[in-house]
Every structure is written in C-alpha cells, then in structure tokens.
C-alpha cells in the first residue's frame, strides 16, 4: 500500500478541505488494487454494515468511508468527526459504519480508507447491491369468447429489472404476447408484467407465471363454465319467467278456443288453433275432451 501523504495533510486544521483532494488521488489506487472487492447486499428499507478491514494494531490516524473519489460517507480524522451522511452511523470499533434506510441509489463502489499512526494506509473496497423483491404476481383474465383469452400477469416494486416468466401446464397452444418492465424515476423500482394469449379449444388447464424466484398462484384458464353464483340466480330468474309467461299464454289461448268453441264447431276451432302455431292447446284441448269422455 502506497503511502502518498506529504506533511501538510497531516495538519488537522484543514482536514475537510484535503479530504476531496486526498481522496482524490487515492481513489486511482482503489480502482487498480480492487481485486478483492468486499460483496454486501442490502434491501430496499433494510440496512447493512459496512466492516473496514483493520490490518495493524496501531492507532488510527483517520478513517474515511467514501463513495466515489469526492463523496464522504462517514468516518474521523484524529477523532474528530465529520459531517457523515444522516442514514449512517459509527460502530464502537470506529471502522464500521451502519447504514440504514437502504434505496436503490445507494447500490454501487465504497472506499474504505484507513491511515495508521506509523502512515502506513490501507483501502478496501466495499461493492454495495441493494434489490427490492418484487410482488406475488397478480393474474387478471380477459376472454373475448370460449376459445380465446389474454391473461396479463403484473408484479410491483423490485429491482433488478426482470422479465415476468410463464409457466403452463400441458399444451402449447398459448403464446406470450408482450413483456415489460417499466422502472419508477424516483425509486428506481421496476413493475413487471407480461400478456398471453390461450387458446381454449383443448380446454381447462392450469397457468402460474414468475419474476425471479416470486411464483404467483396456479389459476386456472379455458374454464368451462363461470361457476358464479350471481349467474345461476339469473338463469334460475330467466328460467321461472319463460315458464310463467309460456303457462299464460297456454291459459289465455285454451280460454280463446273455448269461447270459440262454444260459437262454432269444435273442429274448426282446433284447426285455428293449429295455424296459429299452438299445439299445446290442441293438446290440452283434446285432454280436456278425454277427461269429458272418461268421465
Ligand atoms: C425478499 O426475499 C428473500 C428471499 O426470498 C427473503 O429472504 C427476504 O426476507 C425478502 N425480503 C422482504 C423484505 O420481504
Ligand atoms: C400487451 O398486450 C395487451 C393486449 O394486446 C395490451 O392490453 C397491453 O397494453 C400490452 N402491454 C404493453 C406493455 O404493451
Ligand atoms: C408500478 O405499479 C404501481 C402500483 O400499481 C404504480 O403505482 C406505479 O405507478 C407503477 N410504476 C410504473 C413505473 O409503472
Ligand atoms: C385454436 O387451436 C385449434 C386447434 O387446436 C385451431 O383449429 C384454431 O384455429 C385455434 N384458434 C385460434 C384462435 O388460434
Ligand atoms: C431467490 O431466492 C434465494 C433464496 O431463497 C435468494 O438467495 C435469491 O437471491 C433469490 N433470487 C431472486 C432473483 O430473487
């Protein structure tokens, strides 16, 4: 590790001014000895620490977390402190940082920097990815009529962006039709979601669709009939009045003919009857006269 100081930089009167400078220049050494960049994961709300590594047992001279060349996160100089990010916090041992709050903006290089009394300095850098897990995926079904239908599958709010996955059971006469994934500006975050077309003529099956490893329900599609309780009220509805109505004009038609009956001769009458489509009456009429002769 090089030790790049020059007597000024270790006054401490102008401590924050010489950060941007120092941190600088050794921002160039961090990007040429980043073999081992140090991996943390965080979520969205969620938190991390970033531990520095502490490679003597001496004093430490300063302690600077820093992301990018110009940008302090948190850290001391002599013990003094320095304005830290507000989301940050200081561990006891001085050389880890807590960090809460987490966005997406936060992903992206740190650089720990630690000078030791003897000057010797070290920098590691701490390479932070902060995802987002995207929502159950919701299923909403649009058939235009038995055969065909558009199933959009939507999931909300993860990160990275991934593309919204399909998984069918059985045949393969069922095809995607669009993707997206649009991400919020501020956030960051992504929405998910994907539209296909089934085609039901090899009838009912059962589809689940995934965005990464967040699997939505199994829904079923090409269902034979709605089993909604709502229809069965309207069909049963439906069903009672047609009856209604067909028993009315049977009585009003059955009363017609007897009037004409009692006018004229019974077979002319049965005929109109006839003509007239009704051959219920006739039916009934003849009941009617079999019951006469019966009796
Ligand atoms: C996100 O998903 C991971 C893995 O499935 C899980 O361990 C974690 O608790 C989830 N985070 C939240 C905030 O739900
Ligand atoms: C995908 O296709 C469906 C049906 O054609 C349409 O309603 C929807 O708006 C499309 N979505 C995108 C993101 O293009
Ligand atoms: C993502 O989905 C949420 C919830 O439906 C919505 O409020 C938001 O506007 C969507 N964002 C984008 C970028 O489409
Ligand atoms: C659905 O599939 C059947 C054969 O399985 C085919 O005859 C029919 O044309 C297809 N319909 C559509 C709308 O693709
Ligand atoms: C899937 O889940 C595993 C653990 O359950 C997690 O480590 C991994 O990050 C998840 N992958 C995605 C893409 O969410």
Known sequence: MASCCNPQFLNPRHSLHLLALVLTVTWHFSLTESAGKIQLKGEVGGNVTFRCPVVKQQTIKFFYLQRGPHIFVNGF?????????ENTRLGHDKTTVHMDSLNISHSGDYLCLIMYSDSHKTETVIQLSVTANYSKPEATVSCRDRFS????????????????MWNVNGSLDWKVVNNSDMSDPVTMMFNSSSTAHFNCSNGEREFSCHVGNVTSNMFPICTPQKKDPNNHFVIIAAATCSILVFFSIVVWLWRKCKTGQKGGEATDVRQECGVNGCKEEVISLNENKGGKEAS
């Open 149 to 164: 239908c558009l199933v959009t599958c939507t999931s909300h709010g993860g990160y990275p962006g991934t593309k919204m």
């Open 77 to 85: 100089y002599e013990s003094k402190k320095v304005q830290p990010w």
